[in-house]
């Protein structure tokens, strides 16, 4: 989480800076409650593990933003499908009622994701993330979406 604009490992000084956005299947609404908290958590954890450094990271209702910057020796696909399959087996072990009807196959998140590299745009960017679900709540409150799977109201 560090501001440098530099990264360094042992033989290379790096700025790979990325803005990754993926959903759930279906972009079903289902990150929220314990379910956000555990992909929040897992998410820091595993990048940790893989030498990436969380810039803004923000889990919405039906998708996640992670602007981060990733070690040369990493591929973006390769992170993606790091983090999407440990916290795919996470979330079925902790919460077998996911596995049901709608995640045919034990596939949580959906196939792709989206990616762009971050440049002279950063600080757009970071106000973006981190201000995101400010505006989808704006926007949701302006059209009714009864879908199943909803949080529960807030009242």
Not at 39 to 54: A, F, N, P, Q, S
Not at 106 to 117: A, K, P, Q
Request: one cysteine or more.
């Amino acid at each position: 989480m560090s501001s440098s604009k530099y990264r360094k490992l042992s033989h290379v000084v790096y700025k790979c800076d990325y803005h990754i956005v993926w959903t759930p299947k279906y972009r079903y609404r289902v990150l929220f409650g314990e379910v956000k908290n555990l992909v929040e958590t897992d998410l820091r954890m595993l990048c940790e593990w893989k030498g990436v450094d969380i810039i803004e990271m923000n889990v919405q209702i039906d998708h996640v933003h992670l602007l981060c910057s990733i070690p040369p020796k990493l591929s973006v696909s390769d992170l993606l499908g790091i983090l999407k399959g440990k916290l795919a087996i996470k979330l079925f072990k902790s919460y077998p009622n996911l596995k049901q009807k709608p995640y045919w196959g034990n596939h949580f998140w959906s196939r792709g994701y989206f990616v762009t590299t971050v440049g002279v745009d950063e600080e757009i960017i970071k106000r973006y993330v981190k201000h995101q679900e400010n505006e989808d709540k704006k926007e949701e409150s302006q059209t009714r979406n009864f879908d199943l799977f909803s949080p529960p109201s807030e009242t």
